[in-house]
């Protein structure tokens, strides 16, 4: 079992920063695959970014092509945290941002919220304009 939990998300400007956190617990959380989805209203939820455990101490990470260069994902196993640093944000990533945890790591199914078992309750980012 693993549980998680987002912070760190708000209101912001266009153009502005936030840096999102997902403190997790449970299962040693350096051997999981770690994911962000988000959903805006009235969307189905969609992946952002996932930071892939491929044995021993290496990670893959993975983006969306809507943030590739805005967003960046990385991980503190002393700290069991994973971060989603974003810049440049637009309205248009206004969402409940969650993260997710899965024992998987291919690259194809870590990208869809089916790939998942654990998730934490989100947390909202809004970016006015």
């Known amino acids: 079992q693993v549980q998680l939990v987002e912070s760190g998300g708000g209101l912001v400007q266009l153009g502005g920063s936030l840096r999102l956190s997902c403190a997790a617990s449970?299962?040693?959380?350096?051997?999981?695959?770690i994911g962000w989805f988000r959903q805006a209203p009235g969307k189905e939820r969609e992946f952002v970014s996932v930071h892939r455990w491929n044995g021993g101490s290496v990670y893959y990470a993975d983006y969306a092509d809507s943030i590739k260069g805005r967003f960046t994902i990385s991980r503190d196993n002393t700290k069991n945290t994973l971060y989603l640093r974003m810049n440049s944000l637009k309205p248009e990533d206004t969402a409940v941002y969650y993260c997710?945890?899965?024992?998987?790591?291919?690259?194809?199914?870590?990208?869809?919220?089916?790939?998942?078992?654990?998730w934490g309750q989100g947390t909202q980012v809004t970016v006015s304009s």
């Open positions: 997710a945890a899965s024992s998987r790591a291919h690259s194809t199914v870590v990208i869809t919220t089916a790939g998942y078992d654990y």
């Open positions: 449970g299962r040693p959380f350096q051997t999981y695959t």
